[in-house]
């Protein structure tokens, strides 16, 4: 008999009759046997429609009113599945971050887990009963709520699934599992049955968007096995670990089913393909070519509280003794970080700012590039054969990521894809069956 | 200076421009130079919403469940208040009945406040910024929230004035004041200026919806100035005491205002009469004449956790030795009462039980009462005079209550409130006058 962490998104849990259905999966793992703890996320547009009131009545609202009010979306379906269970003959309790224990730091809107005492629900699972978890919130030292972030509860769900020693944390959405591109992108693109952490981290911090990344680093810090599926059926999804499923966890699903048969002919280099168009591009040109330029640039990068991503730095050509450091941001960021470094024009000396938000980022992942050489060559002459011109490059020891025109992302994808045999193959359809396999 | 503690009902929070509203009247409050506490009701049909879902889900749902679900509705309420609050510039804190130190029992539904330390309540109010306060939730000793019942926003909102010894406790509402009839009933009902605590709790126990009794109770137990008035004016309301409002209040409201000119000329006898709808009769005939019967009849009752009203005693005329009980109860009771009486037919021993759901209650309210004979008299006379017949009678020192048919209530109300000259004159119009008078 295992312990099981189950986390359901917005999507899953729109309205009452999805409710009702996630109501009836968590009592059949709970007939079953199992241990179950729920993850719930506020009910589909909760949250936005929260947002779109709080921006009418304060463009520049209090962080900490706004952790307040969000919080209220996950109390609401918390409460509902509770009631849900309950109607099916299953005790069920419902806990908010408080009284799930989960301590954060003040950050308001973006905080940080510093610690976890699941007691009530600990005591709750040993009593029989299923316990419910609001998803995206904590409790900082001052008694005042705080939220995790967007996909904070994918975060709750890992950080309590690591607390409890839980067998397996499965965050349920409404696609079948990571997939090898985006289907929309790439209509052939097959689901993933396995991934290590390494691989996932990577698709997750390049903009495959079914994970949030600081679940997947909380996951790999504590070891926590992820199974990502779908709350629509009872497909196996992908199951994101460095080893395979746990013994306890036989009866609910098959461990076997992981290990794709293709792998005694073929080990995939590839796992996949992420692409994020939320980054936008600044250039800074002419900068004095000395030390502490670059130090001082970030500083006010820093300032603007933005997390840059991709950062290069080159000679200027025609100017001696400048340099030209480029550097990509999330694009809720660039207005604040431009208006910055327009202040900062004479502290910094510089010549231009060039900005651009027309950008794709595209980035290839697999386990298999520590032992394949030869992957940039590919990949690069994919690209060239596509006629897909690269702006920046960054790579780690499993990924390669360019920089590329917005308008050419889709093709660069499409000509990866194709180019990596990560295309399905008739035969392959079978990947996206049932449980059996 | 004054304390104010401002109570908002789901009217006056409806929707975003009326949350606006609002922030704009406790603004105006707070630059006059007044320690102003807001305590919110759940925005217009929140709470209706939720107990739909929930009921959807499961018609018995814990109650435990229930109280977290419904409290969700006052944390949206409250958040968002206090950011069209920042929004014009002033500080604004929200809290939750936890944070607000509102200690209760753990009757879920209907928890009983046990203990009131509202000392972040009030370190904010220190700090020059206004408190907000979420209506109806309080926390019991699990750490687990609890509601206490419908109006329970303003027991919130006079607990909250009694610790922190405010000189007025304002509940805003969508009509203007106590009036001496429901207006949809007696069009020329009048808006009553000023009650004492007897009376209103006499108005509140018996039908009038403005005031949630318990509320009453609080105010009158603590000594609490209620001031019940519009949020959609200025116009003054009723004010309930025993007393005249503290000076501390001369700059926010007029307090002879409150003192009716009338007054010189006659004593109002009577300042109201309220109507219930909402209760029903049960007769229970034939029981046996001994001591011990009452009491086994209501040990029954009471088990069904239904509160009784009013009760009558006859011996039955046609049976020696048997006697007949007449009480009402809430309507909502009725069912489980039955089935008890039902069930306990061989202990209590009865012939017959009638069971009549068609029935209205009047009272007529007035400290003018304890002092002026011949009131009960000029009752009966004008009921007997519209041709309505009592079926039930109870008095108080400041009140006579009567159940009539249900048919027969809105006629019978209308007599008694031209008997006692309680319809507005002409030049009583100007009773509803702005602030200046």
């Known amino acids: 008999m295992a312990l099981i962490v189950q986390k359901y998104g917005g999507s899953s849990v729109a309205d009452t009759a999805s409710l009702k259905r996630v109501a009836q999966r968590v009592v059949a793992a709970h007939r079953a046997g199992h241990d179950v703890v729920v993850v719930v996320s506020a009910m589909g547009d909760t949250t936005d429609d929260l947002l779109d009131m709080a921006a009418e009545l304060n463009p520049d609202a209090p962080k900490r009113e706004m952790d307040m009010l969000l919080s209220a979306g996950e109390r609401i379906s918390m409460s509902l599945l509770a009631m849900a269970i309950t109607a099916e003959g299953v005790p069920a309790y419902a806990y908010t971050g408080r009284q799930a224990g989960i301590h954060t730091d003040t950050r308001y809107g973006k905080a940080s887990i510093t610690g976890m005492v699941p007691e009530r629900v600990a005591r709750a699972l040993h009593t029989g009963s299923v316990a419910i978890v609001a998803g995206f919130q904590g409790v900082n030292d001052r008694g005042d709520v705080t939220t995790l972030g967007r996909g904070g509860s994918d975060t709750t769900a890992v950080a309590l699934a690591a607390a409890l020693n839980a067998d397996v944390c499965e965050i349920f959405t409404d696609v079948d599992g990571l997939f090898t591109a985006d289907p929309r992108i790439v209509p052939l693109a097959r689901q993933v049955r396995k991934l290590d952490y390494q ?25 926590v096995p992820l199974h990502v599926r779908s709350s629509f059926s009872d497909k196996l999804g992908t199951w994101i670990a460095d080893d395979r499923p746990a013994s306890t966890l036989a009866g609910y699903l098959d461990p076997d089913s992981f290990d794709r048969k293709e792998q005694d002919m073929e080990q995939p280099i590839i796992s996949g393909i992420a692409h994020d168009r939320s980054q936008e591009k600044i250039t800074v040109a002419g900068l ?60 910094l000396d510089y010549r231009e700012i060039v900005y651009n938000p027309e950008i794709g980022k595209l980035s290839l992942v697999g386990a298999g590039m520590r032992t394949n050489p030869g992957i940039s060559a590919r990949f690069f002459e994919a690209l060239s054969k596509a006629g897909v011109n690269v702006e920046m490059i960054s790579t780690s020891e499993v990924r390669i990521s360019v920089i590329v025109d917005a308008d050419r992302l889709d093709e660069a994808v499409r000509a990866l894809h194709a180019e990596f045999n990560l295309d399905a193959q008739e035969t392959e359809a079978v990947v996206y069956g049932g449980t059996g396999r």
């Open 199 to 223: 691989e996932t981290l990577e698709l997750a911090a390049n903009g495959a968007k079914i994970l949030h990344l600081r679940a997947v680093e909380y996951a790999r810090r504590y070891r």
């Open 288 to 347: 004095p070519d000395k030390p502490g330029t670059a130090a001082e640039l970030f500083r006010q990068v820093a300032a603007a509280d933005a997390n840059i991503d991709m950062i290069v730095q080159n000679i200027a050509v025609n100017v001696p003794g400048r340099s030209t450091i480029t550097f990509t941001c999330q694009s809720g960021d660039a207005k604040d970080i431009l208006e910055r470094l327009e202040k900062a024009r004479e502290i």
